[in-house]
């Protein structure tokens, strides 16, 4: 016989609900807002429902280019999940051996997830102020036409990277450790080459778990403030632009601009979800077809 559920899982469910709920309100509501009407204003009740807000927001608002911001950090945050995909995966495979100072340069790499960001920061807006003076006091034909190596790409993308970096170096780390190596040794003696077993044995089996580093690179760039405050240079991104906006913008169109931001997140994850979904179906099928045969 079944037995009914005890006081305790109704307590604590009805706990988790009310965490839930604290966690997410907030995002919720601000979606809400975001589609008031256009005489609406920044708290309940609504007054009208539209997209006003959403149009206005990419007007400008008259304030600032937030158009522009919107393709700075979407650019920067691609940069960013190629880069940390990249060299996460190399990571990984170069940790397969053991190598002289791998735990040094493992324990440096993730020192940063340690180091208070806007400390990082500010230890990059300060090796690049280094740069320029040394720069500056070079040969005239170089110093004259100086200005400064910091900006989107440069210090923003370093600064950006020291958060992302240690994230795929764990994920690609613990995928690795679980690889079994006798697959590239079966390669390997059908005549296939470093690469071809690489392309053809490695890659397909690691591909999920490079789907998420590549899907934490983006979230976290996307949405990153403390770390680009110092270090990104005369160009805002947008998280930089929406918290400047939060001291001068006292219509729904900061909610609007807080909800498209969030839908780009929401959209990325869908994304990456879906892609680990098709290449996991596709192994199951092809697992299934060499069982068969």
Do not use: C
Request: aromatic share 12%; hydrophobic share 50%.
């Amino acid at each position: 016989m079944r037995e009914g559920r005890s006081l305790a899982f109704y307590l604590l469910a009805g706990f988790f609900g009310l965490y839930v709920l604290f966690l997410y309100g907030p995002m919720i509501v601000i979606f809400a807002l975001s589609f008031q009407g256009p005489q609406g204003g920044m708290t309940f009740p609504m007054n009208g429902v539209s997209t006003h807000w959403f149009s206005k927001l990419w007007d400008g608002g008259g304030i600032v280019d937030i158009g522009a911001a919107f393709w700075r950090s979407l650019e920067l945050g691609l940069v960013v999940t190629v880069l940390t995909a990249a060299v996460s995966t190399l990571a990984g495979l170069a940790y397969r051996r053991r190598f002289p100072g791998q735990n040094l340069l493992f324990f440096t790499a993730i020192a940063s997830l340690i180091v208070p960001s806007i400390v990082t920061s500010l230890g990059i807006a300060l090796l690049f102020r280094l740069i320029d003076a040394a720069v500056k006091a070079g040969p005239a034909w170089l110093a004259d036409s100086y200005t400064t190596g910091a900006g989107l790409f440069t210090s923003g993308l370093a600064a950006h990277l020291t958060w992302t970096l240690p994230f795929g170096l764990l994920i690609m780390f613990a995928i690795f450790n679980r690889f079994d190596g006798r697959l590239e040794e079966a390669a390997r003696d059908l005549g296939a080459t470093p690469w071809q077993s690489f392309r053809h044995v490695v890659l397909p089996l690691i591909l999920p778990a490079l789907i998420g580093v590549a899907l934490f690179g983006f979230t976290l760039s996307w949405d990153e403030i403390a770390r680009s405050s110092q270090a990104i240079g005369s160009d805002n991104t947008l998280p930089l632009q929406l918290q400047a906006l939060t001291t001068t913008v006292t219509t729904p169109m900061i909610y609007a601009l807080g909800t498209t931001t969030t839908g780009v997140s929401f959209v990325v994850i869908a994304l990456a979800l879906l892609g680990i979904a098709l290449l996991r179906s596709r192994q199951n099928r092809h697992g299934s077809d060499a069982g068969k045969a």
